[in-house]
């Protein structure tokens, strides 16, 4: 149930709906991931990059669920630093989410293009899921 204050929403329903524009966005990236995972030859490093900005908006949109500041960034271990303390679940993917980070840059330019495998892609796309269902176990929206 909404609370209302004087024809507005309480601070708390607008954080939840700016919540809830993160995770649609990362839903976005997740849809993104299927339908190219469809393709005879798909798109590995577009593939790596929608699971790198999932699993950034994600993390992002739990860091404003707990009053938390986000930053500009693109480094998941930074993002998952901040993020653990209110869901440490997620501290076993820091490895992943150090390999997942360059996606966020390395696979978007022709100067320091990088191809990753389809197994990567999968792999990224797998965490990316993991990650959702952790952060939507944690946060009651």
């Not at 809830?20 to 469809?38: G, H, Q, V």
């Not at 992002?60 to 693109?74: D, E, N, R, S």
């Not at 998952?80 to 150090?98: G, W």
């Not at 980070?101 to 993991?130: H, T």
């Amino acid at each position: 149930m909404k609370h209302f204050i004087m024809g507005r929403l309480s601070m708390h329903d607008e954080k939840l709906s700016v919540v809830k524009l993160w995770f649609k966005k990362a839903d976005s990236d997740l849809k993104n991931i299927e339908n190219n995972l469809k393709a005879d030859e798909p798109p590995t490093d577009t593939i790596c990059f929608h699971a790198q900005q999932a699993i950034e908006k994600y993390i992002k949109g739990a860091l404003i669920y707990f009053g938390k500041h986000i930053t500009k960034t693109h480094d998941l271990v930074n993002l998952l630093t901040s993020i653990s303390a209110y869901i440490p679940e997620l501290e076993v993917f820091e490895d992943k989410l150090h390999e997942i980070s360059r996606y966020g840059v390395e696979v978007r330019y022709p100067d320091i293009f990088y191809e990753p495998s389809l197994e990567e892609a999968k792999s990224a796309f797998e965490v990316a899921l993991k990650v959702k269902d952790i952060v939507l176990s944690k946060i009651k929206i």
